[in-house]
């Protein structure tokens, strides 16, 4: 047998890692031995999900090469060891420690390096670059750093460049504590993707969520002050004072080897290649973001990846016509929670393009078209707020449309066309990041060879880089009359209610055990909590205790619901909307010594909103020791059972709502389920207490109680539907326990009790036979679930209160305790208490409108004289 020949690759990132994976799986033969010098001293790792690192992800979860790759024995990987020298004559590659490669091929994949303007104090302690996890690291020292100094007074930070990366690297000084400033030369945010439309949306959204932006100005200088912070000028002449300043002001090929070595580069830098991706020396080729293809270079992974496939198919032999044509510029992405996608002609530079608009400022949405000049080809498009059209739309990328481009865009309801996934030719481009057309995803299923979105995954490699086209895949094999998977999460292939049912049957208390037998992989944010809650209802135990800590979500982790500008919201528990004198007087003295915003719910509870997350176990220990607990209004749990004053009180009720109401919510009070759970008790038919807008309502009759099930309000309220008439108490009580667990049993992660109903093969005739009738033989179990639950309830704050460990959890920064949250800022806004950067909407100030708000004389009281006694 032959000796394998040497390929030589310089670079390590996503698209040298991209290459010798499809090398390696093209060359059956074992023709090619790779040799790999990486820059960094880590193997290759997703940089598109970057950001993430800065929260929960760690190294491991970002890594690209399995142990898979390292075992290979035709594949050598050197870290920490670039090239740093080249002789073409006799293709021989030295590295920086010394090492001499000698190469039949060699394949440049060094990528890009980010451009740093010369603004003096650029090079200053304090000023970074977002592109390497060793960045986010030396990133997230120094924001520890500034958090924990307390004289400091520079708890901001300064994010020099507008663009995708500066949107995420503001992001992530947010989450480490900082308030981020974002300084964009352009006069708009993302000036490549959105236009200036979308781009003022952009500008407003991300504003409201509290980042400061400042368009249309650039950096003068950066210098540090007497206190050791730093202070950015701005053209204009704003002055900013930081801790931190990150630029983030595009990238530059890193072309410097190359040059040293005597190839072209382009006019713009990087190195100049052929469609096939070979540089001006035949043994040399060049990929990714260092490559410059017909003199232009590309900042997106996705033509990185197609450019690695064509050199691979070279080399490999299996596809010796492979060319590099065209680069798919499309990207959809969530910055701050908020949608942008941009694709195709995007400005309109088309001859006779014409432009779509729509922009909705009330729903906080942009949508723009661009079509050709008979308005039946679509060019291309911006989406700004909600993007979940953007698949579909970019599918018809140069295509037909099926109807006219406004109603492809337009709301629901008013002239919307449903595009769905049958209407896209073959040719449409699914997942743009591996150029996954519709017509490969219909092929691979069609053969057999997938029937289910992870096999999909795997055979065509569409929805494995970013995922945002992973929804779409499922669309496709329904389209192809496959059943498609009720999977939970790409780690469980059960369903929820088929993971209820095992974890219910073998009584495994942990999501590892679970995992380790049922499973794959390390989970997700879907599978985790989705889990944590099924443990919760089963196994009992505090949501924070060892493991099932980790598994929670945002507002789970703190017992507290998160508000827009990183504050809590706490609300106590008031069964039925009871409360003493002394209680209302308690919650009252809390929301005075520590600066709360108080709220009446429409619940008939009270929620405090403004508390920082050092202060909540402050706050709880006020509560508690007032008889107070949680009211689970951050949970998926039971939140209130609203009442009316019934018999009490009123003359037209005929049963003890209130009673009721109190009784019920003490007895589901922390029952973990799908998604929230709301009721409400009426005293009479005059329903004052809302109850068929609840998950479970309860209306009194002469003769007992009315059950109605599934309402619910929201975006698309619905009203609930009868269950079971003129029960007695008992018989009540017994039917919401098994419709409750019936529920938390069967129904899909986040689905509520409304669309739950309707999902059931005979709906509420069916729930009636299974909870009433016992039909499927389960009501036993049911009733012992319940009691299961009433059993082992505990008030989850007064459990950390308990608990050192637990307690340890609530603080702002872990090296810094008691330090307050910098970012945190309030202002009065007509006498109220709000997050400073509100949200701009109808005015509300009725004096600003012209109308008189003199107020009404104060009456005094006295004693009350009859009509027509005597003065």
């Given amino acids: 047998m032959l000796e394998p020949r040497t390929v030589v690759v310089v670079g390590h990132g996503m698209v040298g890692h991209r290459f010798v994976e499809s090398l390696r799986r093209r060359d059956t033969e074992g023709a090619w031995r790779v040799v790999v010098l990486a820059e960094e001293s880590r193997p290759a790792y997703d940089r598109v999900a970057l950001s993430s690192y800065v929260g929960e992800a760690t190294e491991d979860d970002l890594a690209l090469a399995d142990d898979e790759f390292h075992a290979d024995g035709l594949v050598e990987l050197h870290l920490d060891d670039p090239a740093v020298a080249v002789d073409r004559s006799a293709r021989r590659v030295t590295t920086r420690r010394g090492r001499a490669v000698d190469y039949d091929e060699l394949v440049l994949a060094t990528g890009s390096v980010p451009f740093v303007p010369p603004v003096p104090g650029h090079d200053l302690d304090g000023v970074f670059v977002y592109r390497t996890l060793d960045d986010l690291d030396g990133l997230r020292a120094a924001a520890e750093t500034a958090t924990a100094d307390a004289g400091a007074g520079r708890r901001s930070g300064v994010v020099v460049g507008g663009g995708l990366l500066g949107l995420e690297a503001a992001n992530a000084l947010r989450q480490l504590g900082l308030s981020p400033h974002v300084v964009e030369m352009a006069p708009r945010l993302m000036p490549v993707q959105v236009d200036d439309a979308g781009g003022a949306l952009l500008y407003r959204l991300v504003s409201d969520l509290g980042l400061r932006v400042h368009t249309g100005v650039s950096t003068s200088s950066i210098a540090r002050d007497h206190r050791g912070g730093l202070t950015v ?26 040059r040293e070595i005597g190839l072209d580069v382009g ?22 973001e260092v490559a410059a293809v017909r003199g232009r270079t590309y900042g997106l992974v996705a033509p990185g990846y197609a450019m690695a496939e064509v050199v691979a198919g070279r080399l490999a032999g299996d596809d ?47 949508s723009k078209l661009v079509v050709s ?6 060019l291309g498009g911006v989406l700004v707020g909600d993007a979940s059209n953007y698949e579909t739309l970019r599918g018809f990328l140069g295509a037909e449309l099926p109807g006219d481009p406004m109603s492809l865009i337009a709301p629901a309801g008013e002239g919307a066309v449903g595009v769905g996934i049958d209407a896209l030719p073959d040719g449409a481009q699914i997942c743009s990041c591996n150029a996954v057309t519709k017509g490969a995803l219909v092929d691979a299923i069609a053969s057999g060879e997938a029937t289910t979105v992870p096999q999909l995954k795997a055979c065509t490699r569409a929805g494995t880089t970013c995922g945002s086209c992973v929804p779409t895949l499922g669309k ?114 809390v929301a005075r010594d520590f600066g709360l915003y108080t709220k009446i719910t429409g619940g008939q509870r009270i929620d405090m909103f403004g508390a920082r997350l050092d202060d909540l176990p402050r706050i709880w220990k006020r509560l508690v020791d007032a008889g107070f607990e949680s009211g689970h209004a951050y949970g998926k749990a039971l939140r209130t059972v609203k009442s009316c004053v019934g018999t009490d009180w009123c003359r037209y009720g005929v049963q003890d709502s209130v009673g009721l109401a109190v009784a019920l919510e003490l007895r589901y009070r922390g029952l973990r389920s799908p998604h929230k759970l709301k009721s409400g ?88 036979e299974v909870v009433i009738e016992d039909s499927l033989g389960i009501c036993a179990s049911l009733d012992e679930q319940m009691a299961r639950h009433v059993r082992s309830y505990a008030d989850e704050w007064a459990a950390v209160l308990d608990d050192p460990d637990k307690l340890a959890r609530f603080t702002s920064f872990v090296n810094a305790p008691g330090t307050p949250d910098p970012t945190i800022e309030f202002v009065d806004h007509l006498g109220r208490r709000v997050p400073a950067g509100m949200k701009e909407g109808q005015p509300t100030d009725l004096g600003s409108l012209g109308f008189d708000t003199t107020p009404a004389p104060t009456r005094i009281a006295g004693p009350t004289i009859p009509v027509g006694a005597p003065a």
Wanted: charged share 20%; net charge negative.
């Fill in 267 to 288: 006019e713009r830098g990087g190195v100049l290649v052929d469609e096939r991706c070979r540089t001006t020396d035949e043994h040399v080729w060049a990929i990714g």
């Fill in 320 to 366: 010796a016509e492979a060319r590099f044509t065209e680069a798919d510029l499309s990207t959809k992405l969530k910055l701050l929670g908020v949608d942008v996608a941009s694709f195709g002609d995007a400005h309109a530079t088309t001859a006779g393009a014409l432009e779509v608009r729509l922009d909705d400022p009330v729903t906080g949405t942009y």
């Fill in 233 to 258: 000028t701005l053209s204009d002449g704003t002055e900013l004072d930081a801790s931190v300043v990150v630029f983030s002001a595009g990238i530059r090929p890193a072309d410097a080897l190359a």
């Fill in 476 to 589: 496709v094999l329904a389209s192809c009359g496959v059943e498609v998977s009720k999977a939970l999460c790409e780690h469980f292939a059960q369903s929820r209610a088929e993971l209820y049912e095992i974890v219910l049957a073998t009584g495994l208390a942990t999501f590892s055990e679970i995992l380790a037998a049922y499973g794959t992989g390390h989970g997700c944010d879907v599978c985790k909590p989705a889990v944590a809650s099924m443990l919760a209802t089963l196994a009992g135990g505090h949501v924070l205790d060892g493991e099932s800590a980790t598994l929670q979500d945002t507002n789970d982790h703190a017992l507290a619901n998160m508000q827009r500008n990183g504050t809590y919201s706490v609300v106590p528990r008031l069964p039925g909307g009871e409360v003493t004198g002394e209680g209302l007087i308690a919650i009252g003295e």
């Fill in 373 to 378: 000049d008979d308005a039946r080809t679509l």
């Fill in 681 to 768: 008790v009426s005293g009479c038919a005059r329903e004052c207490a809302e109850a068929r807008s609840k998950d479970f309502g309860i209306i009194a009759t002469e003769h007992g109680w009315n059950l109605y099930v599934g309402g619910n309000g929201g975006f698309t309220p619905r009203h609930a539907e009868l269950l079971a008439s003129d029960l007695d108490t008992g018989t009540l009580v017994r039917t919401i326990d098994r419709y409750l667990m019936f529920y938390v049993r069967t129904a899909d992660r986040l689905q509520r009790t409304a669309p739950w109903i309707e999902s059931l093969e005979g709906g509420i005739d069916h729930l009636r």
